[in-house]
T-cell receptor, first 113, second 115 residues
Framework: AQTVTQSQPEMSVQEAETVTLSCTYD???????LFWYKQPPSRQMILVIR??????QNATENRFSVNFQKAAKSFSLKISDSQLGDTAMYFC??????????FGDGTTLTVKP | GAGVSQSPSNKVTEKGKDVELRCDPI?????LYWYRQSLGQGLEFLIY????????KSGLPSDRFSAERTGGSVSTLTIQRTQQEDSAVYLC?????????????FGEGSRLTVL
């Protein structure tokens, strides 16, 4: 079984600054996928970024990047130049090759003007 | 439609009643997932449909929960004899191909409140 831990229930950041959300996981599998999802107050989950475990290079999507440390089973999300629209709940998720998914409990991020 | 559509958006029911939640995935998407999200919690996997394959029901919490997907498109999640602990937001997601290769597109969810 896999577990995903997001140790920061709530975080805040000033607009235009950088913030890092942490995620650790536990698994015995060698090939898997990691995702960060954003859930704004509208409730609709949106994919932010994904990382394949077999890739050593950290994924980047515009202002969003990850720090993937496979040996440490860590998958943190860095948001640069934070914007008010980044205010949301962020979920880290783990998927096996078979499509089995495990989500963390989320981190509520507030971007302050 | 352009996205995943779920109905009803909100449902209030009495303990012991049956409820049906509907999901209309993006046209052409072969994979469909149901998740449950309790207040302040992450997503709990319930069931997964992939094409014509037998669904993965390993996440259903009890035999009161069941789901169907008709014609490879619309899906209905049924909860029989609802209990207060069933209160949650039920999220549906679809993808063009099965996870983890495909990107999941989520609906806005159905909020179920059992009194």
């Amino acid at each position: 079984a896999q577990t995903v831990t997001q140790s920061q229930p709530e975080m805040s950041v000033q607009e235009a600054e950088t913030v890092t959300l942490s995620c650790t996981y536990d698994t015995s599998e060698n090939n898997y996928y990691l995702f960060w999802y954003k859930q704004p107050p509208s409730r609709q989950m949106i994919l932010v970024i994904r990382q394949e475990a077999y890739k050593q290079q950290n994924a980047t999507e515009n202002r969003f990047s990850v720090n993937f440390q496979k040996a440490a089973k860590s998958f943190s999300l860095k948001i640069s130049d934070s914007q008010l629209g980044d205010t949301a709940m962020y979920f880290c998720a783990f998927y096996t090759n078979a499509g089995k998914s495990t989500f963390g409990d989320g981190t509520t991020l507030t971007v302050k003007p | 439609g352009a996205g995943v559509s779920q109905s009803p958006s909100n449902k209030v029911t009495e303990k012991g009643k049956d409820v049906e939640l509907r999901c209309d995935p993006i046209s052409g998407h072969t994979a469909l997932y149901w998740y449950r999200q309790s207040l302040g919690q992450g997503l709990e996997f319930l069931i997964y449909f992939q094409g014509n394959s037998a669904p993965d029901k390993s996440g259903l919490p009890s035999d009161r929960f069941s789901a169907e997907r008709t014609g490879g498109s619309v899906s209905t999640l049924t909860i029989q004899r609802t209990q207060q602990e069933d209160s949650a937001v039920y999220l549906c997601a679809s993808s063009l191909v099965g996870l983890p290769q495909g990107e999941l597109f989520f609906g806005e969810g159905s909020r179920l409140t059992v009194l």
